[in-house]
């Protein structure tokens, strides 16, 4: 049995408590969580950290297999040139080597720092044994794209292989089109076809990242998938399982209600350090609260990235948005994102009986609960 304490504990769903004991099994699962009301007796084995007691992150957006890409593409380009250069990269095979290390390492890193649970995307295999060997439960999207119709039939039934090996490896994986810009109207229809016809699971579509996008849609003229944001999602995204929208920085006020309305399953990812490294926008965050969006955090790519941290990502939210407080920015990046992944009964709170993992934030503000330039993430379990 362990017993940790610490100035405060922000829980998943942003209850704090100050100076409270949080006592496990060996193994990490959750025994109780006692709070003190800020009275804290002495007590045998108790560890204790001058910090913030917060649950193990879940990183809600990231394609780990892009790893080593990581320093190769420039910063603000844009997304469209963005994309253009990871397919360029992807198809030189002076470039495509080292995945596997790369991939092993930042797992790694990602591990010690906090993260017990990933939805990660993956276009093919090359990432599936690191991430079936690791500590952080991934939850693999098998991602599709394809503008050409003719070619739909052939793509989806590559994908349905490659999600078929994420699972022989031991991982969830689930059919998930890249985005709406990017495929055929078909390819779209037969993923949701596909996907109606099995039980819940999760999609994740990078959403409205650019403002080019709206425009790509309305006037595609070469298969590509025609209309606006608000109907593919309506129409051509299956209703099963969770949706989670990535990046929504360029989403307004009415895409943002009208889809909160349409379904109540829908995840709002962001991801603030690679929308800067792209193109030097952030997502509405102050509008996304207010419409009362479940808002997770991910780290997408170290194509557009210098780590994959999810600290690194509060910190840059805490610098750009200084009002915001650790009780709004916890839950995002632990229980939104364990209920997205609908893997909330074994991570995202200190409820007994869960194994969450638990991490020790230090070089916080602690009279004002904010994250610092100095913060960082300890791994306690
Ligand atoms: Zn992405």
Known sequence: MKRFSAQYLIDGDGTLLKRPVVTTDNDGTIISVADTGGSLSE?????????????GFVNSHCHLELSHFRGKIERGTGLMRFIKSIRALRNNPASSGGGREAAVRHDAAMASEGVVACAD???????????AESGIEYITMTEV????????????????????????????????PH?????????????????????????????LESDQER???????????????LSGVMNHITGRGNLI????????????????????????????LSNLYISDTLPPVELMMSEGCSILVGSDSLASNDRLSILDELKCLQERFPWL???????????????????????GTFKPGKRPGLLAIEGADLGELRLTGRSRVRRLI
């Open 43 to 55: 007590m045998a084995s108790l560890t204790f950290c001058n910090g913030i007691i917060v649950p």
């Open 121 to 131: 995307i993956s276009n093919g295999t090359d990432s599936f044994n690191v991430k």
């Open 145 to 176: 794209f394809g503008p050409d119709p003719q070619e739909a039939s052939v793509i989806f039934a590559e994908a349905v292989k490659t999600a078929s090996l994420a699972e022989e490896a031991g991982m969830r994986s689930y059919l998930t």
């Open 179 to 207: 985005s709406l810009y990017t495929l055929s109207r078909q390819l779209l229809d037969t993923i949701k076809d596909y996907r109606n016809s099995r039980e819940g699971g999760v999609t994740s579509l990078h959403f």
């Open 215 to 229: 425009e790509m849609m309305q006037l595609a003229d070469d298969g590509r998938y025609r209309g606006s944001h």
């Open 245 to 272: 929208l990535v990046h929504n920085t360029f989403a307004g006020r009415d895409e943002i209600r009208a889809l909160n309305s349409f379904r109540s399953d829908i995840y709002w990812c962001i991801c603030p």
């Open 325 to 347: 407080k650790l009780t709004d920015t916890i839950p995002w990046a632990t229980l939104n994102g364990a209920k997205a992944l609908a893997v909330d009964s074994r991570y």
